[in-house]
Each structure stands twice: as structure tokens, then as C-alpha cells.
Nanobody, 122 residues
Framework: QVQLVESGGGLVQAGDSLRLSCAASGRTFSSYTMGWFRQAPGKEREFVAAISRSGIIYYADSVKGRFTISRDNAKNTVYLQMNRLKPEDTAVYYC????????????????WGQGTQVTVSS
């Protein structure tokens, strides 16, 4: 079992930056592929970024070049650095984990956090 707790969301203006954190419980964090997803009101939950246990990274096209995912296995934490934020980045951001290969689909992930709200004003 893995428990995930996100933090770092907030209200910012377009062009600002935020760093989200996701703290995981358990002693096998380094074995998990970690992902970030987001869900805007009235929309489906969508893939943002993911990092495998070996450090391979995928990004959604909409965030490539602006967002950076990283992990610190010593701290059982995965991060999402978000730069040059846009109003369309407004959503609840979720951290997810799976004991498996890198995947962009939300159905592949077994564990989810409660989410953290990111609101970007224009």
C-alpha cells in the first residue's frame, strides 16, 4: 500500500510558477512509477507527466517545456515544477503511483492522492 499526499497548490497569475510536491508513505517508493494528472471542472482527468523508477520521463504536449517532474527517493517525494503557468492549467492536480512501467493512462495507476487545487488567473 502507498499513501500519497499532495501539497503546493494555490492561486497565481499567468506567467507565475508553482512547485507541487507529493509525499509517499512506504519503504518501496523508489520502485514505483510516479505520475501527475489534472482535472479541470467538467473535464476528464488528464495526464500531465510521469517518471519511472529509472528516471525515464514522459510529458503531455501541453506542458512540455514548461513543467518538470522529478523525484527524490531519499525523501519519498515526487515534484512537479510548473513554470509560465497559463489559465488553462487551472485544475485539481493529482499524484499517482503504480508498481509498473511508465504509462500515460490514468487507469494504469493504482494509488492516488486527494489532489491539490491550482488556479491561474489571467
Amino acid at each position: 500500500q502507498v499513501q500519497l499526499v499532495e501539497s503546493g497548490g494555490g492561486l497565481v497569475q499567468a506567467g507565475d510558477s508553482l512547485r507541487l510536491s507529493c509525499a509517499a508513505s512506504g519503504r518501496t517508493f523508489s520502485s514505483y512509477t510516479m505520475g501527475w494528472f489534472r482535472q479541470a471542472p467538467g473535464k476528464e482527468r488528464e495526464f500531465v507527466a510521469a517518471i519511472s523508477r529509472s528516471g525515464i520521463i514522459y510529458y503531455a504536449d501541453s506542458v512540455k517545456g514548461r513543467f518538470t517532474i522529478s523525484r527524490d527517493n531519499a525523501k519519498n517525494t515526487v515534484y512537479l515544477q510548473m513554470n509560465r503557468l497559463k489559465p488553462e492549467d487551472t485544475a485539481v492536480y493529482y499524484c499517482a503511483a503504480v508498481l509498473g512501467p511508465l504509462d500515460r493512462t490514468r487507469y494504469a495507476y493504482d494509488y492516488w492522492g486527494q489532489g491539490t487545487q491550482v488556479t491561474v488567473s489571467s
